[in-house]
Antibody, heavy 117, light 111 residues
């Protein structure tokens, strides 16, 4: 069955960096587009970034463009999100998802990122 | 870019039907048939309930249906059950550089 497992979250100071990972299994990872989505505590969902199956097409939300970088390693069945210049408002549960025309058909359980001094 | 507009809360009694709306613009909901709906129970990851406006993923009850008219998409749940109580989010492809927008979410209460 399809499984997505995020890792790499934690507590970081404002201005710091973190790299999130998402390990995929149960499907041919290299066939699918992937996305990152986050949810601040008690808030709604926010789409962050998308990467095509080959990694050649990438989109970002305005809120993270220039600070976050999405990438993937198809040989390792893994998706990544490099987060730099972190702010308090980036505190959230970060999900990876398998994407199809804007629809996230499978979600991981999320990894929590807390930005605080 | 602003999120899609959903009512903050809706409610209904068991067995009744409810509809949740999701309003956007011609650049998103009105411009694409790529509207999705998600159900999220407390402490859980979202679950895809509808994609491409009115397509149900395998395993989703046929009590859930989707539609779209102009810039507004809708999710209808018929025969409400206690387990339907959850937060519901819509999303849509958008013509902007952001690519995907979510709605603000709707809390469904089964009375």
């Amino acid at each position: 069955q399809v499984q997505l497992v995020e890792s790499g979250g934690g507590l970081v100071k404002p201005g710091g960096s973190l790299r999130l990972s998402c390990e995929a299994s149960g499907f041919t990872f290299s066939d699918y587009y992937m996305s990152w989505i986050r949810q601040a505590p008690g808030r709604g969902l926010e789409w962050l970034s998308y990467i095509s199956n080959g990694g050649t097409t990438i989109y970002y939300a305005d809120s993270v463009r220039g600070r976050f970088t999405i990438s993937r390693d198809n040989a390792r069945n893994s998706l990544y999100l490099q987060m730099d210049s972190l702010r308090a408002e980036d505190t959230a549960l970060y999900y990876c998802g398998r994407e199809r025309y804007g629809s996230i058909s499978y979600w991981g359980q999320g990894t929590l990122v807390t930005v605080s001094s | 870019q602003s999120a899609l507009t959903q009512p903050a809360a809706v409610s209904g009694s068991p067995g009744q039907s409810i509809t949740i709306s999701c309003t956007g613009t011609t650049s998103d909901v009105g411009g694409y048939n790529y509207v999705s709906w998600y159900q999220q129970h407390p402490g859980k990851a979202p679950k895809l309930m509808m994609y491409d406006v009115n397509n149900r993923p395998s395993g989703v009850s046929n009590r859930f249906s989707g539609s779209k008219s102009g810039n507004t998409a809708s999710l209808t749940i018929s025969g409400l059950q206690a387990e339907d109580e959850a937060d519901y989010y819509c999303s849509s492809y958008t013509r902007s550089s952001t690519l995907v927008l979510f709605g603000g979410g709707t809390k469904l209460t089964v009375l």
